[in-house]
């Protein structure tokens, strides 16, 4: 893996799934050699308002995504930092599908492969109940500025990871 640059990513959403569901913020972060060397995070207008439990959980309030960009505005941009990685994330599905569904419509390819930091949690501490972010950050005494944002929670992952 050392050789292998690894990319922390989270997103936030608009609460929606499947089709209809939308980003509002993502963070990639780029790891080689153990070491943070780039980062990539972006609010994004979903093209409606989100939910007010949205607001509540995240603190992202519509006003926030008015003057944000749409996903094709970063999408190029996003699908270059994220090409050529491992793409890690909690619960990875969740976020791989909402970023590839959204290359996908905008014509790009993007099959990365995948590490659910879930499924490794589960993996490494068997005896332990429950292994949300919220669980791993508090059993390994992570420091987290702003859960249920975008960029610390990807930085969470990371430090989970040096542990």
Known sequence: MNNTPLVYVDIETNG???????IIEVAAIKVIN??????FTSLVNPGSDIP??????????NNDLVSAPYFEDIAEQLHTFL??????????????????RQLKELGY????????????SRALYKNEKGHS??????????EVSARHRAYDDALALHKFMKI
């Open 16 to 22: 929606g799934n499947g089709s209809r569901g939308r």
């Open 34 to 39: 153990g070491e943070i060397t780039d980062s």
């Open 52 to 61: 007010y439990w949205i607001t509540k959980l995240t603190g992202i309030v």
């Open 83 to 100: 090409d050529g990685s491992l793409f890690v994330a909690h619960n990875v599905l969740f976020d791989y599908s909402f970023i590839k």
């Open 109 to 120: 390819d993007f099959t990365p492969k995948l590490l659910c930091t879930v499924r490794l």
């Open 133 to 142: 972010l919220e669980k791993i950050i508090s059993r390994h005494n992570i």
